[in-house]
């Protein structure tokens, strides 16, 4: 049935797109590329159209002084105990996986965030804190940053996954959960089905934020989506060929309904990859080497049924990446007569 009702789409709206939307399409700018896609393209369910993501989508910034985060290793720790400030300068270079903050990602197109919280041990109250081997940002603080950019542009959608939690007493979460609703109020989507989510959907009902909550107290609140709907096979390879065939077999796995896809793009380094590269890092060691490889396979892809539908990478501005993964969505479209 799904099926037929997305083969719809390309036949009942045909006459409105050739008469309204010839030419229409993604614009110079990304800021308001959801507001500026065709109208055909915004009637169909958000599981179809391709979305760019970044992956450790916080990481633009993080605190050599904090202590090491909760989700390295005790053989880590130990090395920072040892080293002390030389270790997490190394640290550094192979946790940022992103240049850009919240907001200039949003300006170029990123509209879904890969996001892991965690308390900070020693210190008093129930902040939260983004994390990725070591501490960044305060949550409240990044939210903000992106509820500012929905604000001055109400078409655009983001997907908030909190995919990660650390030392988080049920507190922390209430805590976190609390300045979900603080920071987003009316802007928060209920959990609902995913075939049913399109733009117009959303904007029908002056929605702009889904988020994700990959815990148990997802089901405690109407608006957090159980991290099911949004699965994100990882492939943990430095192999750029590698991950290209595990994206392919994940693709051909996707579940046909109930759910979002994440295609992540990304290689994941050794600890023989960090040695090698220590002084340079991750982003000159092993990303830039790659990205050609990986982006030819972004830019083979096709959007809708069996196809793409969120893809993430590293360092979003090395490359035209999420105009790549925008122009996707032009595939969609119905072929039409130039008349």
């Given amino acids: 049935m799904q099926m037929f009702r997305i083969l719809d789409y390309f036949c009942v709206k045909r006459k409105d797109f050739k008469t309204q939307n010839m030419g229409c399409g993604v614009g110079s700018t990304n800021a308001d590329w959801m507001g500026s896609l065709c109208p055909i393209l915004c009637t169909m369910p958000l599981k179809y159209l391709a979305v760019p993501g970044s992956h450790d989508s916080f990481s633009f910034w993080v605190d050599e002084k904090a202590p090491v985060a909760p989700d390295q290793t005790a053989v880590v720790k130990h090395l920072v105990v040892i080293f002390r400030l030389l270790a997490k300068k190394v640290m550094k270079k192979w946790s940022m996986t992103q240049s850009l903050t919240f907001r200039e990602q949003l300006e170029g197109g990123i509209r879904y965030f890969d996001l892991r919280v965690s308390s900070k041990p020693s210190e008093p109250g129930y902040e ?78 002056g929605y702009q934020v889904i988020v994700f909550y990959h815990h148990p107290w997802a089901e405690k609140r109407p608006f957090l989506w159980p991290g099911s709907k949004i699965p994100a ?13 595990f994206l392919e077999t994940t693709l051909g796995e996707r579940a046909e309904y109930g759910s979002f896809h994440v295609s992540q793009a990304i290689l994941t380094p050794r600890v023989k990859t960090i040695i090698w590269g220590l002084i340079q890092g991750l982003r000159d060691h092993l990303v830039e080497r790659n990205l050609p490889t990986i982006m030819t396979w972004v830019e083979a892809q096709k959007p809708g049924i069996n196809g793409v539908n969120i893809i993430t990478s590293d360092f979003v501005e090395l490359v035209d990446f999420a105009s790549t993964v925008i122009r996707l969505n032009d595939l969609l479209l ?3 007569p130039l008349t």
């Fill in 233 to 245: 096979p990882w492939a943990n390879t430095t192999d750029a060929y590698k991950l290209i065939q």
């Fill in 128 to 205: 939260v804190y983004f994390i990725h081997g070591l501490y960044g940002h305060r949550v409240r603080d990044g939210l903000g940053e992106i509820d500012r950019f929905l604000g001055e542009h109400p078409k655009e959608v983001v997907f908030l996954d909190f995919n990660h939690h650390y030392a988080m007493s049920e507190d922390h979460h209430r805590y976190l959960i609390a300045t979900l609703q603080e920071v987003f109020g009316h802007k928060l989507c209920k959990a609902n089905v995913v075939e049913e989510i399109t733009l117009d959907f959303l904007w029908r009902n």
């Fill in 334 to 336: 119905p072929d039409l």
